[in-house]
């Protein structure tokens, strides 16, 4: 507890753009949120005032951060299992907890959890030998969806494969290398949904409207709320599968559930326990952005309303171009005096090519005329043109 507030110390591990807009969230909550980074660079360290620095492999330095935390929670799914549970027993109150977050950090527990509970999965096996590989594609046809079933995010850690002899050869690499590895089916894709659940230890659940992510290169480019032309039943029945799933792997704080939209129905892609980047849109476009609604739900303070402030909401990722051109500040100059009501989040990152920068959000009621707004306002940014 903070003293000087009479409020409860939240400690979020990792310094990027989650922890960022998380701690804006915790400002209107009276805190100040702790995080510990790898690097004053790092988004989150920029502008919180309670900033560790450690790396979230090391357990002393985890231990040394959760030291006066009330709850500690996470902005990626790094930090290792076993020091999780080390934490958990020596009185750390941590939200996922180990058991839950496991199926957030390795594919393959994830499939065979869902598996056993009956959810809609693809048809997958894991990968030890490459003949496992060449084995599935030719019983479910090529090509296929090879993972690692750890680490990867963002396209990293997914090729498709096209048939035996890639199989043996990609396969044999990154099992000698080291890497874990999963197989699953090429689904037949209509769109990617995603839907998020929040849950609080008290076991209360608040369920966001299911939005449509657009992918581009395996990075989600365009988040659309609600998923256009969504049957109710179809919306109706992702939030219930989400709902079930926060329960049965006893998530505490954000559930993200990426889902296939395919003929035969809803497949479930990935699960994400921390706040999300399908889940931007909802700071300007929700009563409660999933970032407060992370907080409250580790502290266990009743759930904010889920509703949408717009008919249609679009966000749009702003991903860094080629270097040159005129800087960010003019760009933010033009991209506001051609769309005002544009929201800007910026995570006070350093510009590459292909990496996430930043986002901008645009409410509106005609779903064509929000998506070109938010498409131009990110152009602005990542190319400095309309």
């Known amino acids: 507890m903070d003293s000087r507030t009479g409020l409860p110390v939240v400690g979020m591990v990792g310094g990027g753009q989650l922890a960022r807009m998380t701690h804006q969230a915790a400002i209107a909550l009276g805190q100040s949120l702790r ?40 902005d990626h799914e790094h930090v290792p299992s076993e020091h999780i549970r080390t934490l958990a027993g020596e009185g ?190 909802t700071i300007e476009g929700a009563r409660t952005s999933q970032f407060e609604q992370h907080l409250r739900a580790v502290l266990d303070y009743p759930m904010g309303d889920t509703s949408l402030t717009a008919p249609v909401v679009v966000m749009a990722n702003v991903l860094g171009g080629e270097p040159g051109g005129m800087s960010i500040d003019e760009r933010l100059h033009h991209l506001f005096a051609a769309e005002p009501g544009a929201k800007v989040h910026l995570y006070g990152k350093q510009v590459r090519p292909g990496r996430k920068i930043g986002h901008v959000t645009v409410l509106g009621d005609d779903l064509d005329d929000v998506r070109a707004r938010a498409a131009r306002a990110a152009r602005w940014l990542r190319e400095g043109r309309a």
Not at 46 to 69: E, I, S
Not at 108 to 127: F, H, I, N
């Open 35 to 74: 995080v510990l980074a790898l690097s004053p660079d790092d988004g989150a360290a920029l502008v919180a005032a309670d900033v560790q620095y450690g790396d979230h492999t090391d357990l002393a330095a985890l231990r040394t951060f959760a030291k006066n935390c009330d709850v500690v929670t996470f």
């Open 92 to 281: 750390v109150k941590l939200y996922p907890p180990a058991d839950a977050l496991v199926h957030a950090q390795d594919k393959q527990v994830m499939r065979e959890r869902l598996t056993a509970l009956g959810a809609p999965v693809p048809a997958w096996q894991p990968v030890t030998v490459p003949d496992d590989l060449v084995a599935f594609g030719t019983r479910t046809g090529w090509p296929v969806v090879l993972k690692a079933a750890r680490g990867g995010y963002d396209g990293r850690g997914v090729w498709l494969v096209d048939g035996p002899e890639q199989a043996t050869e990609l396969a044999g690499t990154l099992l000698a290398g080291g890497t874990p590895l999963i197989v699953e089916e090429r689904v037949q894709l209509r769109r990617e949904l995603a839907v998020q659940v929040a849950r609080s230890p008290f076991g209360q659940v608040a369920v966001y409207p299911v939005v449509e992510t657009v992918q581009s290169d395996g990075i989600c480019v365009e988040v659309l709320a609600p998923a256009p032309d969504l049957p109710e039943e179809v919306a109706l029945a992702a939030g219930q599968l989400a709902i079930d799933l926060a329960t049965a792997l006893g998530v505490v704080g954000l559930l993200a559930v990426e889902l296939f939209e395919t003929p035969t129905g809803l497949v479930v892609n990935e699960l994400a326990m921390r706040p999300h980047n399908s889940g931007h849109w």
